[in-house]
């Protein structure tokens, strides 16, 4: 059964054109690359790709990861400027046996010696509102740290069984230049063994490296949880730390698909909107947060 899941409603429209493309036959690797791309080439969403919202000092910095659940193998881009598809340059470093995560000017070299798309990405809207905050934080009337600055993360099962995941964000907005969240960090921001399954984490970037919280589910339905189980255990467990610790409610949401093309997905938020796709049809679904 082939199978396809997005998080956020800024991948619904990716979502479809990775579902036609596994429809008629293309590997799960080509879906999830069209799906994540189609997100980071729209200026309309604030939190991936081009139109991303910049760090503190105005530029727009780029995490990617990719890993093919088959070969468990990885690629990875961080805090990369300029690159339209990160996506696609963290899908060609998976397969090497070192240099699969490339950082900063070396994963822009990279880029450009592959011949990917360069550009400016950062829009004139992106850069009034950096200026406006900036204006603000100056002025002493700070923001809250996390604005729900989400990332991109797409997982799809081909009719061959092959699974694959992908990721892509600029981040929190006014991070601190070389702030490197969860998104390329394999584990936390994602994880695929296409034996049992594959989860990718968005929200805030320190939290979600605490609880590990993609290998953590892929872990927990390596052990026979449903993959809606496995998210929702480590939501809660990641959630619980918190409370001990004093924290207060977290900012975190999971998706994960297992081997037989079952979805799963969980937040601490109240809510959090995913999509799915299979056979033939895309569905906005709602994740909110549950104790239970
Ligand atoms: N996880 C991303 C980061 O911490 C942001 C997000 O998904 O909201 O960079």
Redesign the pocket.
């Known amino acids: 059964m082939t199978g396809i899941i997005g998080?956020w409603e800024m991948s619904a429209q990716g979502v479809e054109k990775g579902m036609a493309l596994l429809s008629g036959g293309a590997s799960a690797g080509d879906a999830v690359e069209t799906a994540i791309r189609d997100v980071e080439e729209n200026p309309a969403f604030s939190?991936v790709g081009y139109g991303g919202l910049p760090a503190m000092d105005g530029q727009v910095y780029l995490?990617a990861g990719w890993m093919d659940g088959n070969s468990l193998r990885c690629g990875a881009v961080v805090s990369a400027r300029g690159i339209l598809h990160p996506v696609s340059l963290a899908r060609g470093l998976c397969g090497r046996e070192t240099n699969w995560m490339l950082a900063g000017e070396g994963a822009e070299a990279e880029a450009r010696q592959r011949g990917l798309a360069m550009r400016d990405m950062r829009t004139p809207e992106a850069v009034e509102k950096w200026k406006e905050t900036l204006h603000r934080q100056c002025a002493g009337m700070g923001d809250r740290v996390?604005r729900?600055?989400?990332?991109v993360c797409v997982i799809a099962r081909d009719a061959k069984g092959r699974m694959v995941v992908g990721t892509s964000?600029s981040?929190?907005f006014m991070?601190q230049p070389g702030?490197?969240?969860?998104?390329p960090v394999v584990g936390s921001?994602f994880y695929c063994d296409a034996s049992v399954g594959a989860a990718a984490?968005?929200?805030?970037?320190?939290d979600?490296m605490r609880g590990v919280l993609s290998f953590a589910c892929v872990q927990y339905m390596r052990s026979g949880l449903s993959p809606m189980e496995a998210c929702r255990s480590v939501i809660r467990t990641l959630q619980e730390t918190k409370d001990r610790l004093g924290e207060g409610q977290g900012?975190f949401s999971v998706i994960a698909m297992d081997a037989q093309g079952c979805f799963g997905a969980a937040t601490s938020e109240t809510d959090f909107p995913y999509v799915i796709g299979q056979n033939g049809s895309i569905q906005v679904c709602h994740a909110a947060w549950d104790r239970q």
């Open positions: 998080t939190s995490d996390y729900g600055h989400d990332t964000t981040g929190l991070k702030r490197v969240g969860d998104t921001g984490a968005t929200g805030l970037g320190e979600i900012s």
